[in-house]
């Protein structure tokens, strides 16, 4: 019961973010509000407990719901066919360079502040 | 069987055939790496998504039947991008402790790999939309598609983007980050999670604890910056 509970809360938190996203012309994604809106909300033990239980599952399982969207390759497979080279060079080596960035800069950033790791 | 030709012609034009297939198959893949070690190569994803493509092409069924069904995988998306507000929460503190360092890197990490990415489509000579298209590509599926949406961008591109740049981050990360001599497994997740997002950080989760929160407090703060960054520098092109 709690984790449909969790998921019910999830639900209204992504329907709150969707509504404010429209009414205010935010520039966010309404999940993103939705985000921001639960992280205020998890103080609560009312909300927090049920949140935990499914997020847990959700995340656990993140992988999965990915499927669907990755098998609509195939409906660009002309266009992806057709620029298959350039699009493998600039999504591989941008993503290592965003990767090598981040690792780099967070691991300098690290050493200046804290010294416990 | 002509009555197998009728039977299956039912079948795969209900909504029952896309959900089924996807979690079937989801659910060997995941098998199967488990079997293999959790080897990245074997990444439940990228096959599943190759076997799910290779059976819809021999049978000849459209991209939307499948998806009739698969939608109610797909639906989740949003409220897991909401559930990213649980780890975000439950490392709190050390965000607000190490704030500077990991806003910091997620900033110059999400530009790097967005920034080299449309800088290099736009020297290959690629179309404009795919070029825009790939600016969100760091960022988790559902959120990649709604920025690109604002840009004048295809979503759906946005979307097979981010997968498969998360896809070349779960794959790659472990040599990448050896060959980088990076060992401490924070920074590990940090940066996995920020530039290859959930698919990424489902890898890192596999992996080691801390590599997965840190994955997941990057992936939520990406989506953040970037859905907040990105149409605005658009703005001030």
């Known amino acids: ?117 | 069987m002509t009555e197998f030709v009728d039977l299956w012609v039912y079948l795969s034009s209900t909504p029952l055939f896309g959900l089924t297939a996807t979690l079937v198959t989801y659910v060997i893949a995941h098998a199967l790496y488990e079997r293999l070690d959790r080897n990245p190569l074997a990444n439940p994803v990228l096959w599943s998504v190759i076997a799910i493509g290779v059976v819809l092409w021999l049978t000849r069924t459209p991209y939307p039947t499948y998806f009739a069904g698969a939608q109610f995988v797909h639906v989740m998306l949003g409220p897991a991008v909401v559930a990213l507000a649980w780890p975000l929460y439950q490392r709190a503190r050390e965000l607000r402790r190490r704030g500077v360092a990991l806003i910091g890197a997620a900033l110059l990490g999400g530009a790097a790999a967005g920034g080299s990415a449309v800088a290099m489509a736009w020297a290959l000579g690629l179309p404009a939309e795919v070029a825009i298209s790939l600016a969100p590509k760091s960022v988790t599926a559902p959120v990649a598609m709604g920025i690109a949406e604002r840009l004048g961008g295809v979503p759906a591109l946005a979307a097979v983007f981010a997968v498969l740049t998360g896809l070349v981050g779960a794959l790659s990360a472990r040599y990448l980050f050896s060959a980088l001599r990076v060992s401490n497994w924070s920074v590990r997740g940090f940066a996995i999670g920020t530039a290859s997002h959930g698919i990424g950080a489902a890898r890192a989760l596999q992996v080691h604890p801390d590599a997965g929160a840190y994955a997941g407090l990057a992936m939520g703060l990406q989506a953040v910056l970037a859905s907040v960054l990105i149409p605005l520098i658009a703005r001030l092109w």
């Open chain 1, 1 to 117: 019961m709690n984790a449909l509970r969790g998921l019910a809360l999830l639900l209204v938190f992504q329907a709150g973010g969707e509504a404010l996203t429209h009414a205010l012309a935010l520039p966010f994604p309404g999940p993103v509000v939705g985000l921001m809106l639960l992280l205020g909300a998890l103080r609560w033990q009312w909300v927090r407990e049920p949140v935990s239980q499914v997020a847990d599952f959700l995340l656990a399982h993140l992988s999965l719901l990915f499927v669907p969207v990755g098998v609509g390759v195939i409906v660009h497979w002309q266009l992806i066919a057709q620029h298959g080279m350039a699009l493998a060079v600039v999504i591989a080596a941008s993503t290592w360079i965003g990767m090598a960035t981040a690792a780099l800069a967070l691991r300098a950033l690290l050493r200046n502040g804290d010294t416990d790791d």
